[in-house]
């Protein structure tokens, strides 16, 4: 029948005439998209994934499509590399339903070593870390913890401490090494020996009617939290310590009194 007569004799017949909208039917159209099977990469930088998906509902015959490549009959797709994919599946009334895939890899021959670990000294961070990869595919990105990936393997200015340090590989695969930066602080001996005499000098803190005395290494190291105390109260009290000493015997503390 004619658009003309039908419109006609809903007229006449008083009928309403309601035009659906597309969108509306596809929501209640049933047709669903699910992901029937995975095979992961075999290695990093490969391409030889798989994804297989079901569809149900709606009005057959469906299209499938991957990434949107474009939309073809085939349910399964391979040639995929590692990483998040979205599948995409549309029926016979124009409807779309998508959903997504992640294909990971099943090995990684991409490794990552230290090569080379520089102590830091204390209170000025100067320590370093260089690593080296190796494997995966090219070209690689390094970080260190939670910091942004850069280009070169190499990482200064750091305090002593336990790292954690991550190389990308251009296929996205990583891998990942922990490593310590060590601490090359103050001594007794070479540091903090003289700070103490030449201020006990003007200060009698060597003098044996004072408490803690401060005459030998045992004492001064039994005291060493005492001293950072003090310190910090603007010790000793015949002059002032300046702000590189207090750091000097505040690390070589912390550090365990290393004679």
């Known amino acids: 029948m004619r658009p003309t007569l039908v419109m006609m004799f809903l007229f006449l017949s008083g009928c309403t005439y309601e035009r659906f909208d597309p969108a509306t039917l596809c929501a209640v159209s049933g047709l669903e998209l699910t992901i029937g099977s995975v095979t992961d990469v075999t290695v990093c930088g490969a391409s030889d994934g798989a994804i297989v998906v079901v569809g149900a509902g709606g ?7 991957l990434d949107g490549a474009g939309f ?8 995929i590399a590692a990483g998040a994919h979205t599948v995409s599946i549309r029926d016979a009334k124009g409807c779309v339903r998508t959903t997504p895939a992640s294909v990971s890899v099943t090995t990684t021959t991409l490794q990552l070593s230290v090569s080379s670990s520089i102590n830091s000294g204390c209170p000025t961070p100067n320590g370093g870390i260089s690593v080296t990869a190796a ?3 090219e070209p690689y990105r390094y970080k260190l913890n939670s910091t942004a990936y850069q280009s070169q393997p190499v990482f200064s200015g750091l305090a002593a401490g336990t790292y954690s340090v ?12 922990n490593t310590t930066v060590e601490r090359n ?5 070479v540091d903090i020996q003289a700070i103490i005499a030449n201020n006990c000098a003007t200060s009698r803190c060597h003098d044996g009617g004072r408490s803690p ?3 030998t290494y045992a004492e001064i190291s039994a005291n060493g ?3 950072v105390s003090a310190i910090n109260r603007n010790m000793p009290p015949g002059g002032k310590l300046t702000a590189t000493e207090i750091n000097l015997i505040t690390c070589w503390v912390n550090d365990g009194t290393p004679q």
């Open 166 to 177: 991550a190389v990308e590989d251009a296929s996205g695969c990583v891998a990942t090494t």
């Open 213 to 215: 005395k401060l005459t």
């Open 135 to 137: 494997g995966g595919q």
């Open 225 to 227: 939290n005492s001293i």
């Open 59 to 65: 009005t057959a015959p469906y299209e499938f499509e």
């Open 72 to 79: 073809a009959s085939a349910s399964s797709f391979g040639g």
């Open 185 to 189: 602080g103050p001594t007794f001996s």
